[in-house]
């Protein structure tokens, strides 16, 4: 299986610090390059983590908050001025394409290539290889959750086809689409000389107060990476500004049993006492940790 590579280019809340730049996850996988959020200079992210602006195929956008989304128009700007010729594809919630439009085009920005922006919900891009998920959250303005799914694979087993001694060619094509063949006057089971691949799954959990869609949303994710904007101890204002915890997030890692967690969206107050985050989510699921600026993950 191809690799799946997830770059942090921002991992603070709503105000960026000397450490953390606003939101900013980088999927990459083959030739996609899904951006999931906007955060202000995520171009320059971009730059920091030599990673080519240009690349980008398609920007998941989770709400429209400022720590967001206000990248957006220094970004599209930037890739006019690289010569992006690519259709860009946003995605985002239902209810805030107008608000998009409406933003872009106060920005007065203009773009050399085709953009366009679909609201979407449930499962709205797919190709042979993978899809794109979405799903509703709370947080006051419409928002959502995403996962990023790779199918999973019929392989042949090569020691089982060489000692069926079947020929390379069209009936291997057949073999790998499941389908039975015949050869020399004997029939071959595909199931017995395929297994299957298991696929991957990410997912992106951001501004959203706890709910009970979440942990079916996320569940069994290889990944998931998500919000953590307040402690335990600040759970009172979590509920209010419909954030979660870092202990709320560790409990939906635990129920969803997904393989890691990774917490982003660090509000600046944790800056000098991270560990506390970081307990809080471990008293809930163990395989966790807290992405900073520039990390980068590898699944394969």
Not at 96 to 103: S, V
């Amino acid at each position: 299986m191809d690799k799946i590579k997830i770059n942090f280019l921002g991992t603070a809340a709503q105000i960026p610090t000397a450490k953390r730049n606003t939101s900013g996850i980088l999927i990459t996988y083959k030739n996609e390059n899904i951006l999931v959020d906007c955060g202000e200079g995520i171009q320059r992210q971009f730059r920091k983590a030599k990673i080519n602006l240009g690349k980008i195929t398609r920007i998941l956008l989770t709400h429209k908050h400022g720590d967001h989304v206000f990248g957006l128009s220094g970004l599209l700007s930037t890739l006019n001025f690289s010569d992006y010729r690519k259709t860009l594809y946003i995605y985002c919630p239902k209810g805030m394409k107008k608000f998009l439009e409406d933003f872009l085009k106060a920005g007065k920005f203009e773009e050399n290539y085709s953009l366009k922006i679909q609201e979407v919900s449930g499962k709205f891009f797919e190709t042979e290889d993978f899809y794109l998920e979405a799903e509703k959250m709370e947080h006051g303005t419409p928002t959502n959750a995403y996962n990023f799914i790779i199918k999973n694979k019929l392989r042949i087993d090569k020691k089982k086809l060489a000692k069926a001694k079947i020929p390379s060619g069209p009936l291997l094509s057949k073999i790998q689409q499941g389908k039975n063949v015949t050869y020399e006057g004997k029939k071959y089971l595909a199931k017995n000389l395929t297994y299957s691949e298991k696929g991957k799954k990410i997912s992106v959990v951001l501004d959203t107060l706890y709910n009970a869609n979440i942990s079916k949303f996320v569940k069994n994710a290889d990944l998931l990476v998500c919000e953590s904007s307040f402690s335990s101890k600040n759970s009172k204002e979590a509920k209010e500004h419909l954030h979660l915890t870092a202990e709320q997030a560790g409990k939906i890692a635990k129920q969803a049993k997904v393989q890691k967690l990774i917490l982003t969206h660090i509000s600046q107050r944790y800056e000098q006492n991270i560990q506390e985050l970081l307990s809080d989510a471990k008293k809930q699921y163990k395989n966790t940790t807290i992405a900073k600026d520039f990390d980068s993950v590898e699944l394969d």
